[in-house]
Each structure stands twice: as structure tokens, then as C-alpha cells.
């Protein structure tokens, strides 16, 4: 296994820097780049322009800098450099997690990520405990009962939910829930309300939860009917195995049967994408949950950044991220030989 986890790890940087120079081949491309946008502020034309950032012309609204203070501006953001240049040093920074300052917030990359960490944590962590918890106990419950009233009567109301997209539950739920036509009863925005930081320690625990609950709901439902589903049919498929009729006539009682030979095997499925739902939790947003919410994470940034042609938050996250994804995609794998002996990977070393 240690010869396979070398080569899953060699196999890494070639995909990580192939994802790397395509995204940044891509925003050469791009109109708008961050010289447009900086000298269409400077002549009141707002934000915009309609040439690549890594060309070597500018839209016409250009034609009222000199060319020396255009150079400049160029030189300032470092596109006076060429294109395979960029991306070396860029590279090269990066193997040192030094992703630079952002052109639009004005601010290390590193610190402004870390400060929209906690509201993509907040949402990821609870969603992932929500549906976890709830889906795993909720399919179990669902195959011992298959086609009872039961069943039918959940499976309609999880699918229902996952039909409505998390955006319009958010408005339903703000609508209702939010003081929108009906109750005020949970706040409608941030992590915490204004004066949390005057708050005993219990009770900033209970104004956060208090805060988390529309936009976790939100976020989580979607979620329910794919995991659960997917418990169900996993718990359904060992049950109708030959070793459980064996354990039946054993004598062994139904709940042996059900937790200690079926569970073991159909939890597999489940716990194998353990690992990479765990970390992604933690790094992910919902850029509509967040907008609808205002709160200020991730998914919020990432739209933000690629709105404004700010390249060093794009690219630095997407560096991170992808490094992550990875590693998670690693952890996934390896999982499969904690949970089932059955599995090596010893013929593929």
C-alpha cells in the first residue's frame, strides 16, 4: 500500500499543475482583466473593459492615458512580463503557499481567506453532521420498512425536498421564518447578532445556533434524499443476501441481524466518502445561501473574485483547493481497505 499512496501522491503535482496552467492560460483570455477595470475607474467608465489583462491592447475608452502611465499600471500588476514568466514565478510561489495580495480587496490572499473561513466551516460542518446523522438512521429505518406507508410517505417528502433548489427554500424559509409575512423568529444575517461580543459564553453559543438555523436548513435538505436513498438501497441490497437468511435461520434476533452482520457491510458505500465530504465541508460555500443570508464565505469570495478580475485570490484558492480535493480523493480511497478487508491494493503497486 505505502508503493500505491507514493504514486497516487507522484500522480498529484503533474494534475495539479495541469489544472493550474489551463486556468491560467484562461484568464489570459479573459476581457476585463484588472488594467481595464483600474483604468476605467480612472476615466469614470465604471468597471469593465473588453480586452484580455494579458494582451496587448485595451479597449477604447483607453485612449486617454499616456502610454508611459499605462505601462505603469501594466508593470504595477506585473503584465508587463510574458505569459509563461507569470506562471513559473506564480508556481513557484505557490509551492511555498505564498499566493500574493489580492488586487480588488487590497489584502494578503492567506488573511482574506482565513477571515471567510468561519462562515463556509459554519455551513459545511452543520450540513455535514445534519445529513449524516440524519440520513444514515433515516435509511436504515426506511429498508427494514420497504414499501410500508412509512417508506412511501419519507421517500415523498425527501425527494420533495431535493426537487426545490436551496435558494428558493432559503426565501421560504425567510418568508415564514424571517419576519418576511409571517413569524420573526430567526435573524436574517451574519453569524452572530451585534452584540455578541457582550454575550456570557452560553449565550453566544445559543445566538450562534440561533443564527445558523435557516441558512443550514437550507443548505442541508437538498442533501437528505441523495445519502439517504443511497443507505436504503445499500442496507437493501445485504439484506436480501444469502448469508442473512443463513443468520435468520440461525435464530439469531433481528436487530443481530441488522447491526451486526448487515450494517458492517452496507455502511462501506457510506463511510468510504466519509473522508472526502468531511474536508470539503469544510472549505466549500454556497455562494446563493450566502447572498441570500449575507453572509460573507467562500463561495461568496470566489464569485466576487471572479466578478472583479481579482487573479491572485482565483487562482490561489483554486491552488489550495485542488490540493485538497486531492488529498480527500486519497482519503477516500484508502478508506475502502480500513472499512473492508476484502479490498488491497497490493497488485497495483
Known amino acids: 500500500m505505502f508503493i500505491y499512496i507514493l504514486k497516487r501522491l507522484a500522480l498529484m503535482i503533474p494534475t495539479l499543475f495541469g489544472v493550474m496552467l489551463v486556468t491560467f492560460v484562461v484568464t489570459q483570455f479573459v476581457p476585463g482583466g484588472p488594467v481595464e477595470q483600474l483604468v476605467a475607474q480612472m476615466e469614470g467608465h465604471g468597471r469593465g473593459g473588453e480586452a484580455s489583462s494579458g494582451g496587448t491592447s485595451l479597449y477604447r475608452g483607453d485612449s486617454g492615458l499616456d502610454s508611459e502611465r499605462l505601462a505603469g499600471l501594466r508593470a504595477m500588476y506585473g503584465f508587463d512580463r510574458p505569459p509563461l514568466e507569470r506562471f513559473l514565478t506564480m508556481m513557484k510561489n505557490y509551492l511555498v503557499f505564498d499566493f500574493g495580495s489580492s488586487y480588488y480587496y487590497h ?21 455535514f453532521v445534519i445529513v449524516y446523522g440524519v440520513c444514515i438512521p433515516l435509511g436504515i ?44 423568529i430567526f435573524p436574517l444575517r ?7 461580543s457582550e454575550l456570557t459564553f452560553g ?19 437538498g442533501s437528505l434524499a441523495v445519502m439517504t436513498m443511497l443507505t436504503k438501497n445499500s442496507f437493501l441490497e445485504e439484506i436480501r443476501k444469502q448469508y442473512v437468511l443463513t443468520a435468520r435461520a440461525k435464530g439469531l434476533a433481528e436487530s443481530q441481524v441488522l447491526y451486526k452482520h448487515v450494517f458492517r457491510n452496507a455502511i ?7 473522508p472526502g465530504y468531511f474536508i470539503a465541508s ?8 450566502e447572498t441570500i443570508f449575507s453572509l460573507d464565505g467562500m463561495g461568496l469570495l470566489a464569485y466576487q473574485s471572479v466578478l472583479n478580475r481579482d ?4 487562482l490561489g484558492t483554486l491552488y489550495f483547493f485542488t490540493i485538497i480535493g486531492l488529498v480527500s480523493r486519497l482519503l477516500s480511497d484508502l478508506s475502502y481497505v480500513l472499512v473492508d478487508p476484502r479490498i488491497s491494493f497490493e497488485g497495483l503497486d
Open 141 to 184: 429505518a426506511k429498508a427494514v420498512r420497504d414499501g410500508s406507508r412509512f417508506d412511501v410517505l419519507s421517500s415523498t417528502a425527501i425527494l420533495v425536498g431535493y426537487a426545490v433548489p436551496g435558494f428558493v427554500l432559503a426565501i421560504v424559509l425567510i418568508v415564514l421564518f424571517g419576519g418576511g409575512s409571517f413569524w420573526s
Open 311 to 314: 487573479y491572485p485570490v482565483v
Open 107 to 127: 489584502r494578503s490572499v492567506v488573511d482574506l481567506v482565513i477571515s471567510r473561513m468561519p462562515v463556509s466551516m459554519s455551513l459545511g460542518l452543520w450540513s
Open 282 to 289: 469544510f472549505f466549500t460555500g454556497s455562494l446563493l445561501i
Open 190 to 196: 451574519g453569524l452572530v447578532s451585534d452584540n455578541w
Open 203 to 221: 449565550a453566544r453559543i445559543l445566538d450562534y445556533l440561533w443564527h445558523m438555523v435557516l441558512p443550514i436548513t437550507a443548505s442541508a435538505v
Open 268 to 274: 462501506i458505500p457510506i463511510i468510504t466518502g466519509f
